[in-house]
């Protein structure tokens, strides 16, 4: 009898981790590796919020909490969801989960049924079809053109929808391309949901406060507060708290939904760790400047790897709103020759002879469901990425 079970084989391991694991491996066995393949900040975590943490253990805060997490921190975040988007929700509305990542699903898990659908524009982040293919439901991916900014078009919103559809997976500022929503752009967008009120939709803001140039990310309800009764809005505090390993995200959604996924995550993880849930109360009642600082030199940097990548032979790089990333086109290196004799026939052929010639680690666009792109995270320091860039501008540069 075979040990794993069906559905296993419906989902792969996530590409951007085994890059990552890769690059270690190479940087352990003594290669000079620069690293832009993960989607973690390179920012420590702010003192106020580690000592937070340190006194929730001394003052004995090490149990099990409630499974949708503490009242405080549910409180806390259904403020900062009125502060930062103006919505209203009270804190039952709330769920507290380990990451971000376990509120999607949670979410998918609990309201999928064998064939139902969920739209995903793509590029997406890594782990949205599979979720979604692991709650036996189909992913169905709608790529959405460089022309339109990597952006889903109310039309091609409308066409994707069939009487099977159940979710659509919206996620502004967008892992892997930055971009991001306006407040105008969304607007078409709920129009076409509007006249469908089957649909429901997960927006998945963990980016949404790194936004440059001035921009400002809306959430769905925001812009459209009739379809309230159907959205699942996602946040957390990894990204802008710089708390990847805290592990701690959250949603606010009717009351209906947020039961559902108490009642999944209450016969699974239980309520996320005690000492991370008083850290995140501080995080998002705590000082917020320290979100500016990070936003001014985030910026400064993809100011920098765009410029640079613009430069280098065969490439083009969009300017994103949003995130970390850039997801820059390669098609201008397809069907070249690299220094090292490697055919660059698709985008993962790219990526990895950039690894093995240059110690660059970045991920191919194939990942995110959108060839002919690579990602590179510039959530490192500016001396790396200047190197980095300049690697890949010799690499381009030596294509034949
Ligand atoms: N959503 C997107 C688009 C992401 O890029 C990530 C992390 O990379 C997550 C969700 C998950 O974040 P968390 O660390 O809170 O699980």
């Not at 008083?278 to 993809?302: C, H, K, N």
């Not at 220094?339 to 110690?359: K, Q, R, S």
Request: charged share 20%.
């Amino acid at each position: 009898m075979d040990l794993t079970a069906a559905r296993l084989a419906r989902i792969s391991p996530s590409q951007t981790i085994a890059i990552s694991t890769k690059a270690r491996e190479l940087k352990a066995a003594g290669k000079d590796i620069i690293s832009l393949s993960a989607g973690e900040p390179d920012f420590d975590t702010p003192d106020s919020i580690k000592k937070a943490a340190i006194r929730a253990i001394e003052a004995g805060e090490t149990k099990y909490t409630d499974v949708a997490g503490t009242p405080a921190l549910r409180r806390a975040i259904a403020e900062r969801f009125r502060a930062d988007n103006g919505l209203d929700y009270t804190w039952d509305e709330v769920i507290v989960a380990n990451g971000g990542k376990q509120i999607i699903y949670n979410a998918m898990v609990a309201t999928i049924n064998p064939g139902d659908e969920a739209i995903i524009p793509a590029p997406c982040w890594v782990s949205y079809p599979d979720i979604v293919a692991l709650a036996e439901g189909t992913p169905v991916i709608v790529p959405c053109s460089v022309e339109n900014g990597f952006k889903l078009q109310p039309a091609e919103l409308e066409a994707a929808i069939t009487p099977r559809t159940k979710w659509l997976l919206l996620n502004s500022p967008n892992n892997p391309t930055g971009a991001a929503y306006s407040f105008e752009e969304m607007r078409g967008l709920c129009d076409v949901l509007l006249r469908h009120p089957d649909v429901w939709i997960l927006t998945d803001d963990i980016y949404n406060k790194l936004v440059y140039d001035g921009f400002r990310a809306p959430t769905v309800v925001e812009v459209e507060p009739r379809l309230r009764e159907r959205i699942v809005t996602m946040n957390g505090v990894s990204k802008a708290y710089a708390m990847t390993g805290w592990r701690i995200g959250y949603s606010a959604a009717p009351v209906q939904m947020t039961r559902a996924m108490n009642k999944l995550q209450g016969q699974s993880t239980s309520g996320p760790g005690s000492v991370s849930q008083a850290a995140a109360v501080e995080a998002l009642t705590g000082p917020q400047d320290f979100i500016g600082t990070m936003v001014s030199t985030y910026q400064a940097r993809r100011d920098l790897v765009v410029g640079m990548l613009n430069e280098a032979k065969g490439l083009h790089c969009p300017v994103p709103e949003g995130a970390f990333y850039v997801f820059p086109s390669l098609v201008g290196c397809l069907g070249k020759t690299s220094a090292g004799g490697t055919l660059i026939d698709t985008d993962e052929a790219f990526v990895t002879a950039l690894l093995d010639e240059e110690g660059v680690a970045a991920v191919h666009g194939s990942a995110f469901m959108f060839a002919g792109h690579f990602r590179i995270s510039y959530a490192t320091d500016t001396a790396s990425l200047k190197e980095a860039c300049l690697r890949i501008q010799r690499f381009c540069a030596a294509l034949r």
